[in-house]
């Protein structure tokens, strides 16, 4: 008897136990997020909870505007990223173009103070007054006859032909008052003719005798343009 009292007590609990178990729903077990992704659902991070298949398809059309958005947040960065160094880069190119400028001036500046003040007219009139040749005195050279009193190098018999040429021409412009042009071009290149024949035998003459005859011969190339008068 106490034995089909025991058995009927734990058969009463199992079907309490399979009752409560039938009308208790069974929890699901939640996935674990892949690494870089998942989201925060109820507290637990890393883990999603089910969904229907249209929360699904929302889900997955709301990551594609996410994703859209996104991507125009980057695009409008790198605008933004892009039109900074392009305003630096032109910005850096015109302080080099002012800063090569500034140079310029400072040299241009500095170079005017080491000149000084630019010359005066009367100090160019002078400048090019010794620039020009010592007219011939009356005794190297006669405004009314045109003889040429040559010095002791030119009269030796090696310059005999150009001394007769330029004579000549000399005494042209004494009878007229003026040189021609053509006669004032052929004493030009026969004295510088002259002059090279000169500068040949510089050492075979006296440093004082040279300097005589080259100046005597510069002298007489710019007596022949002047008139007589």
């Known amino acids: 008897m106490r034995t089909l009292l025991f058995l009927a007590g734990v058969a009463a609990l199992a079907g309490l136990a399979w ?14 997020s892949p690494s870089g992704g998942g989201g925060n659902y109820y507290g637990y991070p890393g883990y999603y909870h089910s969904s229907t298949a249209a929360e699904g398809a929302m889900r997955g059309m709301a990551d594609m505007v ?8 980057d695009n409008s960065a790198a605008a933004i990223n892009y039109g900074i160094a392009r305003s630096q880069e032109m910005d ?33 009139v002078r400048f090019a007054q010794m620039g020009k040749p010592k007219p011939l005195s009356p005794s190297e050279l006669d405004v009314i006859t045109g003889d040429i009193a040559w010095p002791m190098v030119l009269q030796e018999d090696a310059y005999a032909k150009d001394r007769e040429t330029i004579q000549a021409a000399f005494a042209g412009r004494s009878a007229g008052g003026a040189m021609g042009l053509s ?5 030009r290149k ?40």
């Open 190 to 229: 026969t004295t510088d003719s002259m002059l090279a024949q000169l500068k040949d035998n510089i050492r075979d003459l006296p440093p004082d005798a040279y300097m005589q005859s080259k100046r005597f011969l510069e002298s007489l190339a710019y007596e022949a343009g002047r008139p007589t008068g």
């Open 92 to 124: 850096n190119y015109k302080k080099g173009v002012d800063t090569y400028f500034q140079a310029r001036q400072a040299n241009k500046q500095y170079r005017d103070a080491e000149r000084g003040p630019p010359p005066t007219m009367e100090q160019l």
């Open 19 to 32: 009752a409560q178990s039938e009308t208790q729903p069974v929890q699901p077990i939640q996935p674990v």
């Open 66 to 73: 996410r994703s859209q958005g996104q991507a125009n947040l």
């Open 183 to 187: 006669d004032l071009t052929t004493v």
